[in-house]
Structure formats: structure tokens, C-alpha cells
């Protein structure tokens, strides 16, 4: 069946199509979330941007939801996902205002980044909520699909965000005023979100009932024995283990690529912030259209070759093309070096969704989501760390390209040595 006629399958779905909105309009605010405070923390005139206080900045953006990851996934397996997806917006609305008031008053810089810690720590229970309510609006055969089409789209959305944020940061201001005023408005977009998801029945979404799921709080005093838990089920289904295996990889390389990329941009191509700030949002483009082709090619992809062949084909083309784009160290290899690693990211995660929503029960799908969102932030700021070791002061390192390049390769290997032996016909 064609991708069209598959994503008119799944849109007809009045609830999927709920859910879908949902996201597309929060992480089209995400994006422009995103995009004023790193424009705040990398590319302010006034400041200079050294490797090691990019991946400082990348661990503050990123740090709850490793954090956050394992209590979570206690709650989103407790209460209404439907309630989560209405209440989160709207605190995360009243935090971005005073994150954009502290900005204003001239506040230390310190209260700004407790409080945009705040907004990511709420967008933690948001983003797991959609994640676990997905198999709840699709059918078990339009999972695949389904897959392709939201986190893709939102992760697009992302982008067009950002592409947003740059205009607007063009029409107020570089300047704290200027992003004070992208904060607003990404509160305002992103609290039209919690308009959306209250069209939902409140029950929709789950969590399905555990009889012997412990209370709460007994829950949340033994949050390490419940991510054990989640870890020891995730042995048990090493499809999706595998897959959240071959998700990390391609978040460690890419990790390390952010940090080089903003050196990069920052100090060897440019000396002019917002030039700067130009050719990383063009670099963020490009990978949004590889997102968004993702989306298109992952589900006839996973039909030709199974989902078991496309994850490791998808790892080593990155890391051979990775290689051969960034290796001359010219401005123009960047861009199609995003395209690449934006397809072939996205391609993973789409199968990594669609493996842990597959293979995982729905009473552990709060807590392995919260592994692997653990693992899809946790891992990017250890590479970030991890690069800003080895970067020289302005990023030109064959070193840490070789290291990306040889990880995606070394990671395609691993993921196909970690699954069963007999593996299932689109599994």
C-alpha cells in the first residue's frame, strides 16, 4: 500500500487526528522555544562561545529530561495521558512568561536558566504522553505508519519553529528584549496545544489498569527498582532493545556533530555571530527535510527490506556520507551532511517508535519511554561533553569526525549482532 493511501488511513482516525494535532502545534512552539534560548546562549554578540560551554548549554537544554526520565514514566503509567496532554501546556505557558519577564527585569542569567529548566522538565511528561497515547488511537497495522507520520511531522514542525524563531529574531532583536518577546509567543502557540488534546475523551489515551501496579507513592520512593524493571522487560524484547540501541548511537554521533557544527559556524567559517547563526539554521533546514523525507521513505523502506535491514543501512550510509561531506571541512558539505543526518536519524527513530510500541506491554510503554527518552537526551550531552574535550578552540577536528563516521558503522554491526536470530518478515 502507497504512503498515501496509508496516511489517509490513519487521518481518518478522528481521535489519531487529535493526538496529531496536538503535536504539531507544541512542537511548532518548541522550535521557537528552542531556537530564542540557543540563539541567547551561543550567538549573543556580547558573548564567546567556548566548546565546553556549548555542551554546558546543550546539558541545560537537555539535562531534565535525563533526569526526569525514570519518575515520569511512574506517573504517565498512573494518570490520564489525555490530562497530561491538556495541564502541561498551560503550566509550561505561565513558566515561559517568566522566564521572558526575568529576561526583561534584567534578572541574573542564572533564575533565566532555572526557569527554562522548568519548561523542559514539563515538556518531558508532555512528549512521553504522546509517545504511550499513540497505540491507543491507531491500529496495531498502522503503527508503522502512524510512527512515520507524527513524531516525523512534529520533529519537522521543530524546524519550521526555528525557522520561524530566526524571523522573528530578525523583527525584535537579538538582544534579551528580543527574546523575552520569542518566549511569549512560543507560550502563546504552545498553549493552544491544551485546546486540541481537551477535544479527546479523558480516558482515551490510558494508561491500561494494572492490578498489580504498586500505589504511587510506594512507586515514586522506588523509582530505581521501577526503571529496573522497565530495563529487565526490555531484555526480554530485544527487537526493541535493539532498536533503542541503534536510536543511542545515532544520538551520540549526532551529539558530537551539534558541538563541531556550532564551533564550526561559530569561529572557523565566520566571525560575525549572526552569519553564524545563519549557516547553523540553514545546516538545521537541510535536516529538516531529511526528517521529513524520512517520514515518506521509512514505511516503504521497512516493507522492501524489513525494519531489521533499513536501521543498519540507515547507520552506516550516515557515517560513510558523514565522512566524505565534512572531511574537506568546507562550508557547502555542512548542509548536505544535516540532509543526510536528518534522514537517516529520523529513519532510526521511526523504527525504534514503532519496535518499542510493538514489543513492549502497554502497562510498561510509560516507563521504557522513559528510558528511551534517558537515552535519547542523556547520550547526546555525554557526546556533546565528550567533544568539547577534544575540539579544538575552533572546531576543526579530523579526530571527532572520524570518531562519528566509525560509531555509525560500528553501531549498524552492533544492532544487527544484538537481534534474535530468526527475525520476523517487517520486524
Not at 275 to 283: M, P
Not at 290 to 318: C, D, H, K, N, Q
Not at 389 to 412: C, E, T, W
Request: proline share 5%.
Amino acid at each position: 500500500m502507497s504512503f498515501i493511501s496509508d496516511l489517509r488511513t490513519v487521518l481518518e482516525g478522528r481521535d489519531f487526528r487529535r493526538l496529531y494535532g496536538t503535536r504539531l502545534v507544541s512542537q511548532f512552539s518548541d522550535g521557537i522555544f528552542q531556537f530564542g534560548v540557543a540563539g541567547f546562549a551561543f550567538f549573543s554578540p556580547e558573548t564567546q562561545t567556548s566548546a565546553a560551554e556549548v555542551a554546558a548549554g546543550l546539558a541545560v537544554l537537555l539535562m531534565p529530561y535525563s533526569v526526569l526520565g525514570p519518575f515520569v514514566g511512574v506517573f504517565i503509567d498512573r494518570w490520564s495521558r489525555r490530562q497530561i496532554l491538556v495541564i502541561a501546556p498551560i503550566i509550561r505557558g505561565v513558566l515561559l512568561t517568566v522566564a521572558a519577564a526575568l529576561l526583561v527585569s534584567g534578572a541574573p542569567e542564572a533564575w533565566f536558566y532555572l526557569t527554562a529548566l522548568g519548561v523542559l522538565g514539563v515538556n518531558r511528561f508532555f512528549l512521553a504522553a504522546l509517545g504511550a497515547s499513540l497505540p491507543h488511537v491507531v491500529p496495531p497495522d498502522r503503527l508503522m505508519m502512524a510512527n512515520a507520520v507524527t513524531p516525523t511531522s512534529g520533529t519537522v514542525l521543530t524546524f519550521v519553529g526555528v525557522g520561524a524563531g530566526f524571523i522573528l529574531r530578525l523583527v525584535f532583536g537579538p538582544d534579551a528584549q528580543g527574546t523575552a518577546a520569542l518566549l511569549v509567543t512560543s507560550a502563546v502557540v504552545f498553549a493552544l496545544s491544551a485546546l486540541v488534546a481537551s477535544r479527546m475523551e479523558r480516558s482515551l489515551l490510558g494508561p491500561a489498569y494494572d492490578p498489580d501496579r504498586p500505589q504511587t507513592r510506594e512507586a515514586v520512593r522506588n523509582v530505581v527498582i521501577g526503571l529496573i524493571d522497565g530495563l529487565r522487560h526490555l531484555g526480554r524484547r530485544r527487537h526493541a532493545a535493539a532498536a533503542l540501541g541503534a536510536m543511542s548511537t545515532h544520538r551520540f554521533m549526532y551529539g558530537m556533530c551539534t558541538a563541531m557544527l556550532i564551533m564550526l559556524y561559530r569561529y572557523y567559517f565566520t566571525d560575525d555571530p549572526e552569519e553564524a547563526l545563519w549557516g547553523v539554521t540553514v545546516v538545521l533546514g537541510t535536516s529538516g527535510v531529511g526528517y521529513f523525507l524520512a517520514a515518506l521513505l521509512t514505511p516503504w523502506a521497512t516493507e522492501r527490506f524489513t525494519l531489521s535491514m533499513w536501521v543498519p543501512i540507515a547507520l552506516s550510509s550516515a557515517g560513510v556520507l558523514s565522512f566524505a561531506l565534512g572531511a574537506p571541512f568546507q562550508e557547502w558539505g555542512f548542509p548536505i551532511a544535516g540532509f543526510v543526518l536528518g534522514l537517516a536519524g529520523q529513519s532510526v527513530k521511526i523504527c525504534a517508535d514503532t519496535a518499542v510500541q510493538s514489543h513492549v506491554d502497554d502497562a510498561y510503554l510509560g516507563r521504557v519511554f522513559s528510558i528511551y527518552d534517558l537515552l535519547f537526551n542523556g547520550v547526546y550531552v555525554l557526546a556533546a561533553a565528550l567533544a568539547a574535550v577534544m575540539l579544538p578552540a575552533d572546531g576543526k577536528s579530523y579526530l571527532v569526525l572520524s570518531i562519528i563516521s566509525g560509531g555509525y558503522v560500528l553501531g549498524a554491526a552492533a544492532y544487527r549482532m544484538a537481534l534474535p536470530r530468526a527475525v520476523p518478515q517487517n520486524v
